[in-house]
């Protein structure tokens, strides 16, 4: 797409907060949702592509309450749980006229969706790891929330790179990544085997501040952000909400959805995932 297009687009949204929550497993209930066009009975579904998604305890645990056996988009919508993470969403985009540099498919740009940490989280990483300047875990070069373009900062958790075509009513999600977890499971690692790594040069805490961080704080993320960002780029209300809705249907060709049993996590993930 032309950034361009992409600019119009985000100039058109809101400059406060997304917010976003999502509990481990969550997107079976987004999936449920999108395939149930009109009430159909539970056995229906059983004999459907989406059948494993009825092994899933929470879903499970609503079916046991549907005495008639029959089941509507609307029991899957809206679901929630106390564990529930919460998260800020927002967009920026990515890429020039050099599609090579940029590892986009096409010429052009891409939308980011940005999974953004909520302050809970940025609260207690300020005071156990006390970072020297922004990007401590997060690479500056690539698609994560920029301080000087929001008035609203927040560090982003993880990113999803999405090729939008307007003509055909499609979006590829062409790359999901998190580089938060991916250094910060680094210089955990590096702690444990006793070495001091790079990463606590840029923080004023000691190793066993940044071990209480990321044992305490940064561990519920650890599982459950690659689920979080495909369900926010996927998940058409989500999308509405951020602004990007493209017709009546949106079909997704980074992912695919129901060709044959769908295994646990359901979604065959794009080419590139870190």
């Not at 006229?97 to 498919?105: E, G, I, R």
């Not at 609203?152 to 938060?180: F, G, H, K, P, V």
């Not at 070495?195 to 993320?221: G, I, K, M, Q, S």
């Amino acid at each position: 797409m032309k950034k361009e297009t992409l600019d119009e687009l985000i100039a058109c949204l809101p400059d406060d907060r997304t917010l976003f929550h999502y509990f481990k497993g969550q997107y079976a209930f987004l999936l449920l949702a999108c395939a149930i066009r009109e009430e159909q009975s539970i056995n229906q579904l059983k004999k459907s592509p989406y059948q494993s998604l009825l092994k899933q305890p929470d879903i499970k645990k609503i079916l046991a309450r549907q005495g008639d056996g029959k089941v509507s988009a609307g029991l899957f919508k809206h679901p929630w749980r106390n564990d529930s993470q919460p998260f800020v969403l927002t967009v920026d985009t990515w890429g020039k006229h050099n599609q090579w540099q940029y590892q986009t498919t096409r010429k052009g740009c891409n939308l980011v969706l940005q999974l953004n940490f909520s302050e809970h989280h940025n609260r207690a990483y300020q005071r156990l790891v006390k970072p020297k300047e922004d990007y401590l875990f997060n690479y500056s070069g690539h698609p994560v929330m920029d301080r000087e373009k929001r008035r609203l900062y927040r560090e982003t958790l993880a990113w999803a790179r999405i090729d939008l075509d307007l003509e055909s009513n499609e979006a590829l999600i062409e790359e999901i990544q998190s580089d938060w977890v991916r250094r910060a499971r680094y210089c955990l690692q590096g702690i444990r085997k006793g070495d001091t790594p790079w990463y606590l040069d840029w923080c004023h805490c000691e190793p066993e501040a940044f071990v209480r961080y990321a044992e305490n704080v940064l561990a519920p993320y650890n599982n459950i952000w690659p689920e979080a960002m495909l369900s926010a780029a996927i998940e058409k209300n989500q999308l509405v909400q951020t602004g990007v809705v493209i017709g009546s249907k949106l079909n997704l060709k980074g992912v695919r959805l129901c060709q044959k049993e769908i295994p646990d996590f359901v979604i065959r993930w794009p080419a590139r995932r870190c």
